[in-house]
Nanobody
Framework: QVQLVESGGGLVQAGGSLRLSCAAS????????MGWFRQAPGKERDFVAG???????YYADSVKGRFTISRDNAKNTVYLQMNSLKPEDTAVYYC?????????????????WGQGTQVTVTS
């Protein structure tokens, strides 16, 4: 059974940093595409960042230059380093897994999801 467990969320002031982690289990991690999404209250779940097994990374325009996605295949873990946080980054952040190496930034194309971790940025 595939499981994803996020950690690292919290409360931070604007301009601060947080690092989210997502531990994956259940199948080979290194060949899959991993993504981070976020959902603010009353809004849809939006793409934030993605990582393919090839090493390619992708970012939403709103976080480009501030967030960095990385993965440690030996630890079956993907990370999201978030710097220069803004109040509009406040949301529940979800880790997601898409089997195989093909890329998509659509939430519907990711088959496994974590439970989410809250990130709150105060002004």
């Amino acid at each position: 059974q595939v499981q994803l467990v996020e950690s690292g969320g919290g409360l931070v002031q604007a301009g601060g940093s947080l690092r989210l982690s997502c531990a994956a289990s259940g199948r080979t991690f290194s060949t899959d595409t991993m993504g981070w999404f976020r959902q603010a209250p009353g809004k849809e779940r939006d793409f934030v960042a993605g990582s393919r097994s090839t090493g390619s990374t992708y970012y939403a325009d709103s976080v480009k230059g501030r967030f960095t996605i990385s993965r440690d295949n030996a630890k079956n873990t993907v990370y999201l380093q978030m710097n220069s946080l803004k109040p509009e980054d406040t949301a529940v952040y979800y880790c997601a897994r898409r089997y195989g190496n093909s890329w998509s930034r659509e939430a519907a194309d990711f088959g496994s999801w974590g439970q989410g971790t809250q990130v709150t940025v105060t002004s």
